[in-house]
């Protein structure tokens, strides 16, 4: 197709192997079309093979389209011509519905924007609806893993289109081992040098909410979008923030249907096992045959039962089972007080988590060193994501740990955690790292919600974390956890204790910090969890 600029842009197109017209499904992508999102969904010709003319198509300067690549630049005018182009494709019945999962599932965002008549519902999966907030920074820290791996990668696809089979051959090689340990430890040479025009760099200048983020963010432009939309998330995913804060605004706003299903997925594989942990049968991903069902509602208005249906469905973690819910956030909330008798470092049996406020007040020390910073494992935020046993890392001294006791009856969490923290350190700048597990009766530990804050300087000293959103059963017998550190490296760049933003810290001015975390006294430490 032709850009409204003159820009080709090239796509793959199938069909269903039958006489008539059908609707469109279009998916708009940078990774070059044949790998078609085929990490996580079915082959396009599975979805031809349903009835669907399926167009899978390279964004502007990527794969084989002509044009120079910038993120998200280009995606709202092309967005828009694509679903027209799509829509008067022969064959098609001028009906067009998108699904695509990250920046397949941003382009149906931005190709939303201008209202084309053509485009009549889409499947968002795993994105930021915030760019800023949901996806390049979380509590204020870069996500320094995520994104500079995204960046090299991004920077290798560049090499391959120039030719460039050196610049190709060194950055395959350093996403195999991400250079996070640099003169300035975010600031990475290799990717200056082969792709200075890389959104990287601008990320990283940009390390505040403002008209920057703005610009690029979808929500933005979203206040008169008026679609229906099939919400796919997972509770392991970089972006579930995103996923959640899109479908509460839509939920909010639109007279079309929303509907949201979280699976216990990682950005991928959607499969039973995320991590270490096997979810079970029940977990593998059905969303092609939801999908199927969504277009054919919206798109061929057959009734297919969708408006039945709750419209959340979100699978509990320790259940291994899905749950329905007709509103999400809809719980009451429980509050667990953090309990020391100053050894929560070091001894698992001296820090809890009660019902009832201390008595007494304590502190706990965590002496942060940068030479040996607290490694991430699993979440959200980290390579490998997803649930694994932690017990060896909440053994460590620069990790405090709360526990309750075990549990006499199941507790089901499901909705937002916020940790509240009464913490102070001996530098004007701190890191705090906030995961909650499910201790098993065995001794293992496995993560289900973490989250991070980046603490500057002048700050109060009651430090508000809010952990990734989740659904889980922490069973009878078993203990809820909350495990606090002051570091969560490579996911996060380590903090130089003075306030420096990500983009300007260097490597030998990082200094070891001591933390200070206060249990009772005024300002009562505690985590808050929602239940239903």
């Given amino acids: 197709m032709q850009t409204r600029d003159g820009v080709r842009l090239d796509a793959d197109v199938y069909r269903p192997d039958a006489v008539g017209e059908f609707p469109v499904l279009l998916m708009r992508q940078p990774y070059g079309r044949a790998i078609s999102s085929t990490v996580v969904y079915a082959h396009p010709v ?10 899978i198509q ?43 999962f990250s920046y397949q599932g941003m382009t149906q965002l931005y190709a939303a924007v201008k ?43 560049t090499a391959r289109r120039k030719g460039d089979a050196e610049a190709y051959r060194t950055l395959v090689s350093a996403a195999r081992n991400l250079p996070v340990c640099e003169v300035m430890p975010t600031r990475s040479g290799l990717l200056k040098q082969l792709e200075p ?28 979008i008026d679609l229906p939309m099939l919400h796919i998330g997972g509770w392991y995913d970089t972006f579930l923030r995103g996923t959640l804060q899109l479908y509460e605004a839509m939920a909010a706003q639109s007279t079309q249907r929303q509907q949201l299903v979280i699976g216990p997925w990682s950005h991928l594989p959607w499969s039973r096992k995320a991590g270490a942990m096997n979810f079970g049968a029940n977990a593998v991903s059905d969303c ?18 969708l408006l039945d249906e709750a419209p959340i469905r979100v699978f509990e973690l320790g259940g291994d089972r899905w749950r329905e819910f007709d509103f999400w956030e809809a719980g009451q909330t429980q509050t667990f007080y953090l ?20 008595v007494l007040p304590a502190t706990d020390f965590i002496v942060h060193d940068p030479w040996r910073p607290v490694p991430a494992l699993g979440g959200h935020a980290a390579a490998p994501a997803g649930c694994f046993d932690r ?23 499901a909705g937002s955690i916020v940790a509240e923290i009464d913490c102070t350190a001996d530098t004007p700048s701190f890191d705090l790292c906030a995961v909650v597990s499910d201790v098993h009766p065995n001794g293992a530990v496995y993560n289900l919600a973490q989250g991070y804050q980046r603490v500057e300087p002048g700050a109060s ?29 490579p996911a996060y760049p380590v903090n130089d204790g003075n306030g420096t933003p990500a983009g300007e810290a260097r490597l030998m001015n990082q200094q070891i910090i001591t933390l200070s975390v206060h249990s009772g006294g005024v300002q009562a430490s505690r985590l808050i969890v929602t239940i239903a």
């Fill in 197 to 224: 025009d890389s959104f990287y760099h601008d990320w990283l200048e940009h390390s505040t909410p403002g008209p920057y983020w703005e610009a690029l963010s979808p929500k933005t432009w979203f206040t008169e």
């Fill in 461 to 489: 000293n009651l430090v508000k974390i809010t952990l990734q959103s989740t659904c889980a059963c922490i069973q009878p017998g078993h203990a809820l956890r909350l495990s606090l550190s002051g570091a969560c490296f």
């Fill in 288 to 305: 092609d045959r939801l999908q199927i069902r969504w277009f054919d509602h919206f798109l061929k208005g057959v009734d297919t039962g």
């Fill in 58 to 100: 390279d964004v502007r300067g990527r794969g084989t389209s002509e044009g120079t690549f910038q993120l998200f630049a280009n995606e709202i005018e092309d967005g828009f011509d694509a679903v027209n182009w799509a829509a008067q494709l022969p064959g098609s019945d001028g009906q067009v519905g998108m699904y695509g």
């Fill in 115 to 157: 209202n084309p008549p053509a485009l009549k519902a889409i499947a968002p999966a795993m994105l930021a609806y915030d760019l800023y907030t949901d996806w390049a920074y979380e509590g204020g820290a870069f996500c320094l893993q995520a994104n500079l791996g995204w960046a090299i990668q991004l920077a290798a696809e």
């Fill in 391 to 413: 017990s060896s890392l909440d053994g460590r001294s620069d990790i405090a740990t709360y526990t309750t006791t075990p549990l006499s009856k199941p507790l089901h969490l």
């Fill in 339 to 358: 309990v020391s008798d100053g050894l929560a470092n070091l001894r698992e049996q001296s820090g809890s988590l009660a019902t009832e406020e201390p």
């Fill in 46 to 55: 599975w979805y031809a093979a349903h009835g669907y003319i399926v167009v």
